[in-house]
């Protein structure tokens, strides 16, 4: 029987196992708020690597940090109806300052576009003002009554929101490439997490967008979760918002505009792909530490192994170690507690050890032990954890491989994701087709198509079988 201070649920049963993660590996808890969590410091710092890193990057192409008010008019929310359709049925309201009942609703952010454009419509006067690329890094409130889930569902939640005003839809397509970029290479190289990017259909983009663009990624029950996107807006908001600008002609014209986002959703989602049934595993490149070092401790040698073990952490101060000296836990207590927090390394140095001048170092990804010289570890380390971080990509991207098919019909697409997999279908662009298979599916619906397209010849819409438009993915999803 699992040690209860541990995981007691198998990885199998991912909603039960996966809320005993959250709750024993102290990433998160509960609240008197349903659906609103507490991001405990563990998962805090890891959201804080992901600002640091993205936002240096979004600078670097001039993309600068502004802060906008949480709460919004109900009057600018209503003025992109497409937008406000979309996203009323979770917007929170604030109808009273104490006992006085306010002279409007204020909305609380379920995203920032009308208020933001209420001031670009100010700010924006000539070509010379454009471009503009603001983002902010806040919180907001979607209050969808399905079943919250830590980090993966929740009715507030952190995360990024751009909102970049051009004169072209051509600076449109151009940062939409530059800054999927940014997200995709944060995913792989301090996530390790491969996903499927791709265009939204027209029935499931972004209200009040022109097209979305995203990346998708499975988790191990089989349910698809949307991760970063892009979305091109056209002139939609302009147009609403009048948000117009002189051309160097002294023409008056609508700007183009684009919003693209990245969530701590995807915190979820990195735990749930890598962990296993003895708690956390964390890609070394998202954790300020990195190892732990535990000296297994005799009355004896007590004295020398400790000082051996402060010697070790000093060598390796730069992956910032967890010295674990304390005396009234055992090594195994230790061991099973480290690994249930995840993380990546661990160097035990007994007195054996010091005899033979060497550390034993383990990999919590596989487990496996490396025996390394102790004048070794400054050089061997920095290698150990590079493989770690390849290694899980590795895994997680075999593993998406595996669960993604094709499917040319209705049964064949039922047959697959009973499987957990995503399977690829052809399909056509009548919304009613979505519906339809939304409807005889209990729930499957489209993820996004492949942007490089392949030959569509002879390939029919698996619900009205007419000819197909174009291969898009499809799933179930949070």
Same mark, same amino acid.
């Given at each position: 029987m699992k040690d209860s201070k541990g995981i007691t649920a198998e990885k199998d049963d991912f909603s039960k196992w996966f809320t005993e993660l959250m709750i024993k590996a102290e990433l998160a808890d509960y609240t008197k708020v349903s659906g609103c969590i507490v991001f405990k410091p563990r998962a805090y710092a890891m959201w804080e690597k992901l600002v640091s890193v993205v936002d240096k990057e979004f600078k670097k192409i001039g993309i600068k940090n502004a802060y906008f008010p949480l709460l919004i008019p109900e009057s600018l929310l209503t003025k992109e109806q497409q937008h406000l359709k979309g996203f009323n049925p979770e917007v929170a309201w604030v109808t009273h300052a104490g006992d006085k009942k306010l002279d409007e609703k204020l909305a609380v952010r379920p995203t920032s576009e009308a208020i933001i454009y209420d001031s670009y419509s100010k700010w924006i006067r000539s070509w010379k003002d454009l471009p503009l690329k603001l983002n902010i890094w806040n919180s907001v409130v979607r209050w969808e009554f399905k079943h919250p889930v830590p980090f993966l569902r929740t009715r507030e939640f952190l995360w990024q929101e751009g909102h970049n005003v051009y004169s072209s839809h051509e600076d449109v397509t151009k940062d939409r490439e530059l800054i999927l970029s940014i997200y995709q290479k944060f995913l792989r190289e301090y996530m390790a997490l491969p996903g499927l990017?791709? &265009?939204?259909?027209? =029935?499931?983009?972004?209200?009040?967008?022109?097209?979305?663009?995203?990346?998708?990624?499975? /988790?191990?029950?089989?349910?698809?979760?949307?991760?970063?996107?892009?979305?091109?807006?056209?002139q939609n908001f302009a147009k609403a918002y009048n948000i &117009?600008?002189?051309?160097?002609?002294?023409? !008056?014209?609508?700007?183009? +505009?684009?919003?693209?986002?990245?969530?701590? $959703?995807?915190?979820?989602?990195?735990? @749930?792909?890598?962990?296993?049934?003895?708690?956390?595993?964390i890609p070394p490149k998202l954790l300020d530490n990195q190892l732990v070092i535990v000296p297994i401790i005799t009355k004896k040698d007590k004295e020398k192994v400790i000082r051996t073990a402060r010697e070790i952490s000093k060598?390796?101060?730069?992956?910032?170690?967890?010295?674990?000296? $304390?005396?009234?836990?055992?090594?195994?207590?230790?061991?099973?507690?480290?690994?249930?927090?995840? /993380?990546?390394? $661990?160097? !035990? /140095?007994?007195? $054996?050890? /010091?005899?033979?001048? +060497?550390?034993i170092v383990v990999k919590r990804n596989d487990n496996k032990k490396i025996f390394i010289k102790l004048s070794?570890? &400054?050089?061997?380390?920095?290698?150990?954890?590079?493989?770690?971080?390849? !290694?899980?990509?590795?895994?997680?991207?075999?593993?998406? =491989?595996?669960?993604?098919?094709? @499917?040319?019909?209705?049964?064949?697409?039922?047959?697959?994701?009973?499987?957990?997999?995503? @399977?690829?279908?052809?399909?056509?662009k009548k919304q009613e087709c979505e519906d339809i298979i939304k409807e005889k599916t209990n729930g499957i619906k489209t993820l996004n198509m492949p942007l490089e397209q392949p030959s569509l010849k002879n390939k029919k819409c698996i619900e009205c079988k007419q000819q197909a438009d174009y291969l898009v993915y499809m799933g179930k999803s949070y």
């Open positions: 990017i791709g &265009k939204k259909t027209d =029935k499931e983009k972004f209200a009040g967008a022109v097209d979305t663009y995203t990346i998708e990624l499975l /988790i191990p029950n089989g349910k698809a979760i949307q991760g970063p996107d892009y979305h091109d807006d056209g &117009k600008y002189l051309d160097k002609n002294s023409k !008056e014209q609508f700007v183009h +505009q684009s919003t693209y986002a990245i969530t701590t $959703r995807m915190l979820g989602v990195m735990f @749930a792909i890598h962990s296993d049934n003895k708690g956390l595993i060598t390796l101060s730069s992956y910032n170690p967890i010295l674990d000296i $304390r005396e009234d836990y055992t090594p195994g207590f230790k061991f099973n507690e480290w690994e249930l927090k995840g /993380i990546p390394l $661990r160097i !035990e /140095i007994g007195p $054996r050890d /010091i005899e033979k001048k +060497q550390a070794q570890l &400054k050089k061997e380390i920095p290698k150990i954890l590079d493989n770690i971080q390849d !290694e899980l990509y590795s895994k997680a991207e075999s593993a998406l =491989k595996k669960a993604t098919t094709k @499917a040319d019909s209705i049964e064949e697409l039922k047959l697959a994701i009973n499987k957990k997999q995503i @399977a690829l279908v052809p399909l056509c």
